[in-house]
């Protein structure tokens, strides 16, 4: 599957930001979509994660209560929707598929090519 991440940009704290993800290839619905990000000289992080049917969410407890994911499987598309943003959400985020509901970057197999994040305090 290929997956390709946009909707980033600039920011102030305290605004939103909406990410997108299309996916094509094999289908979509059979995919575990997560979200990850890169914030500059650190690791890959886990933000959050939505399984195949859309039923259920993960996420990371720095994102929780702020961040959303959702699905649509009609239109091959995972989003990503950011609230209350902070300047530490800053960083490179990216989309991906696994095979199952998982919390590790090493769990999936397909990345997208990533989109920039970056909030103003």
């Known amino acids: 599957v290929q997956l390709q991440a946009s909707g980033g940009g600039l920011v102030q704290a305290g605004g939103s930001l909406r990410l997108s993800c299309a996916a094509s290839?094999?289908?979509?619905?059979?995919?575990?979509m997560g979200w990850f990000r890169q914030a500059p000289g650190k690791e890959r992080e886990f933000v959050g994660v939505?399984?195949?049917?859309?039923?259920?969410?993960y996420y990371a407890d720095s994102v929780k209560g702020r961040f959303t994911i959702s699905r649509d499987n009609a239109k091959n598309t995972v989003y990503l929707q950011m609230n209350s943003l902070k300047p530490e959400d800053t960083a490179v985020y990216y989309c991906?598929?696994?095979?199952?509901?998982?919390?590790?970057?090493?769990?999936?197999?397909?990345w997208g090519q990533g989109t920039q994040v970056t909030v103003s305090s």
């Open positions: 939505i399984s195949r049917s859309g039923g259920t969410t």
């Open positions: 290839g094999r289908t979509f619905s059979s995919f575990a």
């Open positions: 991906a598929a696994a095979s199952f509901t998982a919390t590790m970057k090493d769990d999936y197999a397909y």
